[in-house]
């Protein structure tokens, strides 16, 4: 799975809190491990 998202305005150090989540046939909404990831000069890091 992969998104697209606009880093327009964010400054380095700002710290993005992810949670990956899916529905699934019968709607229920099923969430994945919440991860902290960084935006920093080389890129995002976890």
């Not at 992810?18 to 919440?34: A, M, S």
């Amino acid at each position: 799975m992969s998104c697209d998202y606009a880093f327009d305005g964010v400054t380095y150090g700002a710290r993005l809190n992810i949670t990956p989540y899916w529905v699934t046939l019968d709607g229920t909404t099923v969430r994945g491990e919440t991860r902290t990831l960084t935006y920093n000069w080389y890129g995002i890091t976890e």
